[in-house]
């Protein structure tokens, strides 16, 4: 397992290239900010951010794929998107923890879509719109 740092400064990288050198096990570490992702597949890896989840923000959607964690960090979804999508068919246990996932209120699109898969959520805020819901 490798911790990668993302951020600027000393010993951090961009978003971009931590997620192509990522191996499966591996820990994305996001120093506190905003970062654009895009769409991105997770394979086996963790996200995390390094303070209160208010403090790091990832613009995306998310599909997660094998066992994955999300810790730390306000998700985002993109315009008409969901800031997480998880695919029928695919083996993938995903674990949130301490996070705010927030949707495209100006769309009709789910915040989180699940056709399969587990979802283990722990201290965590989805939002769309206005409301809210603590799980």
Same mark, same amino acid.
């Given at each position: ?36 992702? #895009? ?5 086996? @890896? $963790? /996200? ?8 790091? %923000?990832? &613009? =995306?959607?998310?599909?997660?794929? #094998? ?5 730390? @960090? $306000? /998700? ?8 997480? %999508?998880? &695919? =029928? ?47």
């Amino acid at each position: 397992m490798t911790t990668l740092y993302i951020g600027s400064g000393q010993n951090r990288i961009s978003a971009a290239s931590a997620l192509a050198q990522a191996r499966p096990g591996d820990v994305l570490s996001f120093a506190q900010g905003s970062y654009d992702l #895009g769409a991105v597949t997770l394979s086996g @890896l $963790t /996200l995390t951010g390094e303070g209160a989840p208010e403090t790091t %923000t990832l &613009i =995306a959607e998310i599909t997660p794929q #094998g066992s994955c964690a999300i810790n730390f @960090l $306000t /998700l985002n979804a993109k315009p008409r998107g969901s800031a997480i %999508t998880m &695919i =029928a068919g695919v083996s993938t246990h995903l674990a949130i923890s301490d996070c705010r996932i927030a949707g495209d209120a100006t769309a009709s699109t789910m915040t989180v879509a699940i056709d399969g898969g587990t979802v283990v959520l722990n201290r965590v805020v989805i939002a769309d719109d206005a409301d809210l819901a603590t799980v």
